[in-house]
C-alpha cells in the first residue's frame, strides 16, 4: 500500500533578456537555459513517457519565461547559437588531434554530438515548440504546469495592491493563451509571502492568498520555514517588514475562528488565512540532498566542474575533482563515470523518499506530501547531470510500493487540507527575508516603481474606456510597468551577478514607462503617436493581450 506522494517542483524562470545581445549578459541566458536544461528536460520526460514509465511532477514555467521561449526571434538566435557550439566542439576535435590529447578530443566529440542531438530535438521531436512540447505533457496528465507573477515581480514589495493583482491576472492569462486552460498552482516568485494586515485603521491590505483566489488559483508553495515556524520574518520578532516599513502586529489581520495546527510539518497541505487557497511547503530533508554546499549531489568529484572553461571554446572539460580545489587542480571530466554517479545519486534519493514517507508522523489517516523544490536551471545547466539524476529518481518511483508520484494540484485535489495555516511574511531568500531586494545597493528601485505604480493608477483613473491610440499606448505603459517591477533587477544587484545590465535594464524600462505616460496623459494625441506603443511592443513583445484597465486602482478610500 502506498504510504504517502512525492512531486518534484521545478522552477522554471530566467530574467528578461530577449534582445539584449549575448555574452556577458543578454539573451545567451536563454540560449544556455534551452540546450542545457530545458530542452534535455523535455526529452528525457519524453523518453519515459515513450518507455510507459507512469512518471508525475510539477514544473512552473513563468510568464515572462514563456513569452520568450515562444518568440521566434529568441528561437531563431538560439538555432544560431546551437550551431555556433557544434561548430566550436567540432574545432576543438581537430585541435586536440593535432596536439596528441585524444581524451580531449573525445570529450569535445561528445558535446558536438550531445549539442546537436539537443538541436535536432528542438527541431524535429518537438517542432520548434518548447512550450507547446510542455503543454502536450500537461494534457497527457503527466506533468502540472504551475505559474507565477507575470514578470516575477516581488509581490510584498509592491506598494500598489493594482500592481499586485495585475502581475497575478496578466500571469494567468498569459498561460491561458499558453497552455490552452486556466492554471491551479502558482509559485511566488522568491516565495516570497505578503499577509493580511491592516496599514492605519479602516486600510486593509489582502494577503496574497486573496488575489489567488480571485483568479482561481487553489495553490502555492512556501519556504519551509514558514510553513514549520521559525526565526525569518514575522515569527520572534516585532514585526514585518514591507514596502512601508515595519508593520506592528497588532495591525496583523487575525484569522477567523480557526485553530492553528499544533505540530506545523511540510508533509500536510494546509488552508490559508481561511481561504479556499492552499498551500504546500518545501521539503527540507530532501531538498537538502541537492542544495546542500557541503554534501549535495551536484558536489561531488566525478560531475562536471561548471565553473572552468577551455580559453579557446569556452566548453568544459573538467570535473569537480574535490572540495575547494583550485580550479588549475581539476581532472578532466569523464561522462560514462558521471552518468553511473548520478543514476548511484538516483537510488540514494529514491530511498531517502521512501524514508521520509516511511517515518511521517502526520497520522494513520493522512496522506502525506513530499515536495522537493527546486530551480529547474540548476539542472543541466549548474548541475550537468541533473536531468539523468531526474528521470532515474522518476524511473525508480514509479515502481515504489511506498510512494506515489503525483503532480501538486491531483495531491490536493485527493487529498484537501483540514487546518488553516496563517504564514508569515517573508520569502526563501537570505534569512527568510525580503534583504536580498530591497538593501542598501537596491532600495533606490522601489520608490521609482512606487511612483510609476501611482501613475498608472492615475493615468487608468483618467482614461477608463480609451480607445484606439490611447488604448495601445497606455497597454505598453502597463506591460513596461510589469516589466520594471521584475525580481531580477534588484536580485542581480544584490548579489553582483550582472548588476550594471540590471540597472541598465531597469533605468530603460522606467524611460519608456516615463514617455508612454507622458504621451497618454495628453488631452489631445499628436498624429504619430501610436508609433511609439508599437515601436516599444516590438522591442519587448510580450503579453500581447494585456489590457491596461487591469491597474485600476483597489486601495480602499483614504482617511
Not at 545547466?381 to 525508480?396: C, D, K, M, N, P
Not at 533606490?444 to 483613473?461: G, K, N, Q, T
Request: aromatic share 12%; with cysteine; proline share 6%.
Amino acid at each position: 500500500m502506498k504510504r504517502g506522494a512525492f512531486t518534484f517542483v521545478l522552477h522554471s524562470h530566467l530574467p528578461y533578456c530577449r534582445r539584449a545581445g549575448r555574452w556577458p549578459h543578454g539573451e545567451e541566458w536563454i540560449h544556455e537555459a534551452l540546450a542545457e536544461t530545458y530542452l534535455p528536460l523535455l526529452v528525457a520526460l519524453y523518453d519515459l513517457w515513450d518507455e510507459h514509465v507512469p512518471f508525475r511532477l510539477t514544473v512552473g514555467i513563468t510568464p515572462i519565461l514563456a513569452e520568450q521561449l515562444t518568440d521566434r526571434l529568441v528561437l531563431d538566435h538560439f538555432v544560431a547559437y546551437a550551431q555556433e557550439r557544434i561548430e566550436r566542439a567540432a574545432a576543438d576535435v581537430t585541435r586536440f588531434e593535432l596536439g596528441g590529447e585524444e581524451r580531449r578530443a573525445g570529450l569535445a566529440a561528445f558535446y558536438r554530438d550531445w549539442y546537436q542531438a539537443n538541436l535536432d530535438a528542438l527541431l524535429q521531436r518537438f517542432g520548434g515548440d518548447v512550450v507547446g512540447a510542455f503543454r502536450r505533457l500537461q494534457d497527457e496528465g503527466l506533468v502540472e504546469i504551475a505559474t507565477c507573477a507575470a514578470t516575477h515581480g516581488y509581490l510584498p514589495l509592491l506598494a500598489r495592491d493594482s500592481s499586485v493583482h495585475a502581475q497575478i491576472t496578466v500571469g494567468v492569462q498569459s498561460y491561458l493563451r499558453h497552455f490552452g486552460r486556466r492554471p491551479r498552482a502558482i509559485w511566488l516568485p522568491e516565495c516570497a509571502y505578503r499577509p493580511a494586515y491592516w496599514l492605519r485603521p479602516g486600510y486593509r491590505k489582502p494577503g496574497l492568498e486573496e488575489f489567488l483566489a480571485e483568479e482561481g488559483l487553489s495553490l502555492f508553495f512556501a519556504e519551509t520555514h514558514a510553513v514549520e515556524g521559525g526565526t525569518p520574518v514575522g515569527k520572534a520578532t516585532d514585526g514585518v517588514v514591507g514596502p512601508y516599513g515595519g508593520i506592528p502586529k497588532r495591525y496583523l489581520v487575525p484569522l477567523p475562528d480557526y485553530a492553528e495546527p499544533t505540530n506545523r510539518t511540510t508533509d500536510l497541505p494546509y488552508w490559508v488565512s481561511g481561504t479556499e487557497v492552499a498551500v504546500i511547503g518545501r521539503n527540507n530533508r530532501t531538498g537538502m540532498q541537492v542544495w546542500s554546499a557541503d554534501w549535495g549531489y551536484p558536489g561531488d568529484g566525478a560531475y562536471r566542474e561548471f565553473h572552468k572553461k577551455d580559453g579557446v571554446s569556452g566548453l568544459q572539460y573538467w570535473r569537480v575533482t574535490g572540495p575547494r580545489l583550485d580550479l588549475a587542480q581539476k581532472a578532466l571530466y569523464d561522462p560514462r563515470v558521471a552518468r553511473e554517479r548520478a543514476l548511484e545519486h538516483a537510488r540514494h534519493f529514491a530511498g531517502v523518499v521512501t524514508e521520509v514517507v516511511s517515518e511521517s508522523r502526520v497520522g494513520a489517516d493522512r496522506f502525506p506530501i513530499i515536495a522537493s523544490n527546486y530551480d529547474t536551471e540548476l539542472f543541466g545547466h549548474w548541475w550537468f547531470e541533473g536531468i539523468t539524476w531526474i528521470a532515474e529518481v522518476l524511473r525508480l518511483l514509479a515502481s515504489s510500493e511506498v510512494v506515489q508520484l503525483t503532480t501538486a494540484s491531483d495531491y490536493l485535489a485527493a487529498n484537501p487540507p483540514r487546518e488553516v495555516l496563517a504564514l508569515p511574511e517573508g520569502s526563501w531568500g537570505a534569512g527568510g527575508t525580503h534583504f536580498t531586494w530591497d538593501n542598501a545597493d537596491n532600495h533606490w528601485f522601489w520608490p521609482l516603481i512606487h511612483a510609476a505604480e501611482e501613475r498608472m493608477e492615475r493615468l487608468v483613473a483618467a482614461h477608463p474606456r480609451a480607445r484606439g491610440d490611447r488604448e495601445a499606448i497606455l497597454a505598453q505603459a502597463g506591460r513596461e510597468l510589469l516589466l520594471l517591477q521584475s525580481s531580477d533587477w534588484p536580485f542581480l544587484v544584490s548579489t553582483g551577478q550582472a548588476g550594471e545590465y540590471a540597472v541598465e535594464r531597469f533605468l530603460s524600462h522606467l524611460e519608456r514607462f516615463g514617455q508612454l505616460a507622458d504621451l497618454a496623459g495628453l488631452p489631445d494625441l499628436p498624429n504619430d503617436a501610436r508609433r511609439l506603443a508599437d515601436e516599444t511592443y516590438e522591442l519587448d513583445k510580450v503579453f500581447p493581450d494585456l489590457d491596461y484597465r487591469v491597474f485600476a486602482e483597489r486601495e480602499p478610500h483614504r482617511d
